[in-house]
């Protein structure tokens, strides 16, 4: 590189990547060929609309990576193209989200998702995020004495609240999720159902986890995380549910989510990123891939009871997933998730601070640690590993 300075950064990014293990639930190392696609002359293309639908020429490789990708994504999570419409153009998780509250949701209409506390995501109706601000937003949480998803409860408070969306899937929380429940909650108080798939995504295409699309209207995801992709977002929507427009034309969810992402949100789509989201895909098909997302769990499985017989709580006691709960403050070791994560980063262990259920902290300083296996799972490690590693964190905290 010409950039001495940047290449330097570039360099120390990788070294400090090599040399630290990342527990950052939400992180994962992509492969070469991610990184190749990302990195090529894509880039430099502006493909503002949709493949045959273009306002700028030049799109024949554009319109094909885009088609491609579509296909792959269908293919991944065995749906219909007849069925189900992907949109692969959201740049990230926080505006594919938006987008659909855009294009679903009228604006100062109730919506409801988890709060930010109990495990969802800021984009799930936090008051500090635009979905919490432009929509009127109801939360609900996880049981306080056993830290899980109580559906009566939900129910209750969609039957209340009437809210014109749910939203499932979390940030934070380590269980499989009742997604049929969610169905009945949904039918129940005639709410659109959005799954929000991002952390488990790579566990469904790995058959791991429950796949939610039998039960969703919509379901969101990133491709980052367990997925193992570049940091992108897809958006597949059912093709046979509708709206009725001002004029009483009937609009289909996907045209509506289509025209939300572009021109509503976006301009020109990142098409070098829509390409490497077409690697990762097809890489995710791949039989090894089922293994991966099979080994990230029972990773998971052994660092939460390995952690937990040497005195953690884990919250819910144990995962599912490839995330995990510690509470540090509470019932741990009288520390807050800000010093934790401090002292395991002091010692090459790379985690987030993160709230529990029932917090009594602030955000910047709240009472856990967020950890996952997704990363380290890539890059090899197996159940022996997490019998260290928990034994090294505990070292390290109990200091
Ligand atoms: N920030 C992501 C996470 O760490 O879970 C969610 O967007």
Request: hydrophobic share 35%; proline share 4%.
């Amino acid at each position: 590189m010409k950039d001495k300075q940047i290449e330097k950064l570039i360099k120390q990014e990788e070294a400090r990547q090599k040399k630290t293990i990342s527990l950052i639930a939400s992180e994962n190392y992509v492969s070469d060929d991610v990184l190749k696609a990302l990195g090529s002359k894509f880039t430099n293309k502006y493909s503002e609309g949709y493949p045959g639908h273009r306002y700028y020429k030049g799109q024949t490789f554009t319109d094909k990576v885009e088609l491609l990708c579509q296909e792959r994504a269908l293919k991944l999570f065995g749906l219909s193209p007849e069925k189900w419409h992907v949109n692969v153009q959201a740049l990230s998780g926080s505006p594919a989200n938006l987008a659909v509250y855009l294009a679903l949701v009228p604006k100062g209409e109730k919506v409801m998702g988890m709060s930010l506390n109990h495990g969802g995501h800021l984009t799930h109706g936090h008051k500090v995020s635009a979905t919490g601000k432009i929509w009127n937003a109801v939360q609900y949480g996880v049981n306080p004495e056993t830290e899980v998803l109580d559906y009566e409860e939900i129910k209750k408070i969609a039957i209340a609240e009437k809210p014109k969306m749910i939203i499932a899937g979390y940030t934070a929380y380590p269980r499989i999720v009742d997604f049929k429940k969610f169905r009945e909650i949904a039918d129940a108080c005639g709410a659109i159902l959005m799954v929000d798939m991002s952390h488990f995504a790579g566990l469904v295409a790995g058959g791991a986890y429950p796949s939610p699309f039998e039960y969703a209207d919509v379901v969101t995801t990133t491709v980052h995380k367990t997925l193992r992709g570049p940091r992108s977002a897809l958006i597949f929507s059912r093709r046979d549910k509708t709206q009725t427009s001002a004029k009483g034309n009937e609009i289909s969810f996907s045209d509506l989510i289509d025209k939300a992402v572009f021109p509503g949100l976006q301009g020109g789509p990142h098409m070098n990123q829509i390409s490497a989201v077409a690697v990762a895909l097809k890489e995710a098909s791949a039989p090894a891939f089922k293994k991966y997302a099979k080994q990230v769990i029972k990773n998971a499985k052994v660092l939460a009871e390995e952690l937990n017989k040497l005195g953690w709580k884990i919250i819910s006691g144990g995962t599912d997933t490839h995330l995990i709960l510690v509470d540090t403050f509470m019932n741990g070791a009288g520390i807050s998730g800000d010093e934790a994560s401090n002292r395991l980063e002091k010692e090459g262990i790379i985690v987030n601070k993160n709230t529990i259920p029932n917090e009594t902290r602030s955000p910047m300083d709240p009472s856990g640690i967020r950890l996952g296996t997704a990363g380290e799972t890539t890059r090899g490690a197996k159940e022996k590993d997490m019998v260290k590693l928990a034994k090294r964190i505990n070292g390290i905290l109990r200091k």
